[in-house]
C-alpha cells in the first residue's frame, strides 16, 4: 500500500490527466463533493477561483492510493475508510474533494482523492496548512494496514511515525 500525496496548482490539467482513458482501461469518478459542479473539470476551476481569495498557490492537495496488486484489492468501503483517515490525519476532513477510481489495462488499480485546500469555514478565507504530510500519511497507511490485515513493503511497516 503506498499512499503519495502532493500540493498542487493545475486543477485543469490534473483534471484532464485524470480523465484520460490512454493510460486506463476504466475510470469511475466516485465523488464530487463541495463544488456547485458535478465534474473535475467544473470543481478544479471553482477551487482555484476561490484560492484567489488567499495567497495560496498550490491549491489543491493530490493524494495516490496504490495497493499492493499481489495482495487482495481494496473494497470500495476500504478505499473510502482510507480517504477519510487521510483526510482527518492531514486535516482535511471537512474540505471540498473529488474521488477517482482507475483501473489500468493490466488490471492495477488505484485511487485519486483531490481536496481544495481551500478553507472557506471561518471568517477569513485561508489554505490549510499540511505539514509532514510524508509521515502522516505513511502513519495512515501502517493503521490501515494493521487493522485489515494488508502486508506494508518492509521500509514501511518498520518505520516509525509519531504523526
Known amino acids: 500500500m503506498i499512499l503519495k500525496g502532493n500540493r498542487r496548482d493545475g486543477g485543469q490539467e490534473l483534471a484532464t490527466q485524470l480523465l484520460n482513458e490512454d493510460n486506463n482501461?476504466?475510470?469511475?469518478?466516485l465523488e464530487v463533493r463541495g463544488a456547485i459542479a458535478d465534474d473535475l473539470h467544473g470543481a478544479?476551476?471553482?477551487?482555484?477561483?476561490?484560492?484567489?481569495?488567499?495567497?495560496?498557490?498550490?491549491?489543491?492537495?493530490?493524494?495516490?492510493?496504490?495497493?499492493?496488486?499481489?495482495?487482495r484489492s481494496l473494497t470500495p468501503?476500504?478505499?473510502?475508510d482510507l480517504i477519510e483517515r487521510a483526510g482527518e490525519k492531514l486535516?482535511?476532513?471537512?474540505?471540498p474533494r473529488a474521488v477517482v477510481f482507475h483501473v489500468h489495462s493490466d488490471?492495477?488499480?488505484h485511487c485519486h482523492v483531490v481536496w481544495s485546500r481551500i478553507d472557506l469555514s471561518g471568517a477569513r478565507i485561508k489554505a490549510?496548512?499540511?505539514a509532514h504530510d510524508r509521515l502522516k500519511l505513511?502513519?495512515?497507511?501502517?493503521?490501515?494496514?494493521?487493522?485489515?490485515?494488508?502486508?506494508?513493503?518492509?521500509?514501511?511497516?518498520?518505520?516509525?511515525?509519531?504523526f
Open 44 to 71: 478544479f476551476e471553482e477551487w482555484e477561483a476561490q484560492s484567489m481569495a488567499t495567497k495560496c498557490i498550490k491549491y489543491l492537495y493530490s493524494l495516490s492510493i496504490n495497493p499492493d496488486p499481489s495482495q
Open 138 to 162: 505513511r502513519a495512515v497507511a501502517q493503521e490501515f494496514a494493521r487493522d485489515h490485515g494488508i502486508t506494508l513493503p518492509a521500509g514501511m511497516k518498520n518505520m516509525k511515525s509519531d
Open 107 to 109: 488490471g492495477r488499480e
Open 128 to 130: 490549510v496548512d499540511i
Open 77 to 80: 468501503a476500504q478505499y473510502f
Open 25 to 29: 482501461q476504466r475510470i469511475d469518478i
Open 91 to 95: 486535516g482535511l476532513s471537512a474540505q
